[in-house]
């Protein structure tokens, strides 16, 4: 299994540009999550899902869309790229009864 | 006040000394506790859950405190391979959410 993957690991954007934020995972998790971590922070979470077709917000969620079409993948979408954005983004699933969370590797993100 | 605080360190210890963490939460609803470790530029990985009459794991000890809204983390013997930093979440009843700490930073020399 290879588990939780994200890419790019890393991304450069400039101002005002769209992307999106891959993470698959093999696991066959009903749960899946994505937080954002910055120095002095701590990991904060942007949007979760419970399930394929089911997402809500989490604690920071302005400036993100989410989508779960599939049990495996849950992208991540920037509207439109802010400084305030730069970050390291991380994917997270788990089992649905279990409260262990498997962190993909991470995507660094830079918003010029 | 945030939900979960933590000191962020560094602490600096030899190898193979105790060194101990706390950590504060300020919701008293908070039922499951855990600690996770982040090495540089890695994901956190869960350590270990905390349970309630405390609990070990090699020269790992966690405990939990409700009345004074803490848990703890011992760790025995430190190896050099024990350097990162040590994450405290909590997750409460009824969300599939976790709330993380900022972290604590260890770091083990020779």
């Known amino acids: 299994n290879a588990g939780v993957t994200q890419t790019p690991k890393f991304q450069v954007l400039k101002t005002g540009q769209s992307m999106t934020l891959q993470c698959a995972q093999d696991?066959?998790?009903?749960?899946m999550s994505w937080y954002r971590q910055d120095p002095g922070m701590g990991l904060r979470l942007i949007h979760y899902?419970?399930?394929?077709?089911?997402?809500d917000q989490g604690e920071v969620p302005n400036g993100y869309n989410v989508s779960r079409s599939t049990t495996e993948d849950f992208p991540l979408r920037l509207l439109s790229a802010a400084p305030s954005q730069t970050s390291v983004y991380f994917c997270?699933?788990?089992?649905?009864?279990?409260?262990?969370?498997?962190f993909g590797p991470g995507t660094r993100l830079t918003v010029l | 006040r945030k939900e979960v605080e933590q000191d962020p360190g560094p602490f600096n210890v030899p190898e193979g000394a105790t060194v101990a963490f706390n950590c504060t939460y300020s919701?008293?609803?908070?039922?499951?506790f855990f600690w996770y470790r982040q090495d540089c530029r890695k994901e956190p990985k869960l350590l270990m859950s905390?349970?309630?009459s405390g609990n070990e794991d090699g020269r790992f000890t966690a405990q939990l405190n409700r009345a004074s809204q803490y848990i703890s983390l011992l760790i025995r013997d430190s190896k050099l391979s024990d350097s990162a930093t040590y994450l405290c979440?909590?997750?409460?009843?009824?969300?599939?959410?976790?709330?993380f700490g900022t972290g604590t930073r260890l770091l083990v020399s020779p």
């Open positions: 919701n008293s609803a908070s039922q499951s």
């Open positions: 997270a699933s788990s089992p649905k009864a279990s409260a262990e969370q498997f």
């Open positions: 899902s419970v399930g394929a077709g089911i997402t």
């Open positions: 979440v909590h997750k409460n009843t009824g969300f599939q959410k976790l709330v």
């Open positions: 905390v349970y309630s």
């Open positions: 696991m066959n998790h009903e749960y």
